[in-house]
């Protein structure tokens, strides 16, 4: 019998976060509460969690600092941020920082527990494939190993965060074909929804700025104008 999923949620609104507790576990969920920002972070760093559900204003560590150390740690845990800030200054920053999905306050309850589970099914069916994977990836001198999450270029190490491996490791899986940023969104990220696509557009850079010996002349992840990114199949030229 499988174990139930454990869900983490770092939010200083009683009302807020009992309400979610309480929906979540209705599914089946585990579910644990921290209210300030310096107990979510300590429960964070016992580790085994399946999803964090995280607020940015919290008294103590914000959830901003969460969430960077969240992504500095060995294991990924999908992160849903919820928060007041509406700004899409806020969404984005929270996004390039590595949380999966953002929700703005006042939200509807029932869409952050849809997004959540949307979140493990990708989580569940990224971890199956991973398994099932036969040795690394090589192509156009980028090295990906999905079992160690290692990757190379040129032999040289690419410090890459989470989402970065697996934005790579989707090009190099599918050379030369052209994706959109929607495509992507749904295919890397797990989920297409108006304004996100900024995201991409950083992550594709970053990526440009670690594997092109020329970010402004890119010789693998190319620009297709008008329809989205492919990656090149070809070695890069001089």
Not at 161 to 190: A, I
Request: charged share 25%; proline share 5%.
């Amino acid at each position: 019998m499988d174990l139930p999923k454990r869900v983490l949620i770092v939010e200083d609104d009683m009302p807020i976060a009992d309400l979610l507790r309480l929906h979540l576990q209705d599914e089946g969920y585990q579910v644990t509460h921290c209210a300030d920002g310096n107990q979510g972070l300590a429960q964070l760093r016992t580790g085994g969690w399946d999803a964090l559900i995280l607020d940015l204003m919290l008294p103590g560590v914000d959830g901003l600092e969460i969430c960077r150390q969240a992504r500095a740690m060995a294991t990924y845990t999908p992160i849903i941020i919820t928060s007041a800030r509406s700004s899409e200054v806020h969404r984005i920053l929270g996004l390039e920082l590595g949380a999966d999905d953002y929700l703005v306050k006042p939200f509807s309850v029932l869409e952050l527990v849809a997004r959540v589970k949307a979140l493990l099914r990708r989580a569940d069916a990224m971890a199956r494939n991973q398994r099932n994977e036969a040795g690394a990836l090589e192509l156009n001198g980028v090295r990906l190993d999905p079992l160690t999450r290692q990757a190379q270029v040129e032999g040289r190490p690419l410090d890459l965060t989470p989402r970065e491996f697996d934005l790579l490791y989707f090009f190099v899986k599918h050379p030369e074909k052209v994706f959109s940023r929607l495509d992507l969104l749904n295919q890397v990220w797990g989920y297409q929804h108006d304004g996100y696509e900024h995201t991409v557009n950083t992550h594709i850079n970053r990526l440009r700025a670690k594997i092109e010996a020329d970010p402004t002349d890119p010789a693998r992840i190319l620009t297709v104008w008008g329809k989205g990114y492919r990656f090149a199949h070809g070695g890069p030229t001089a």
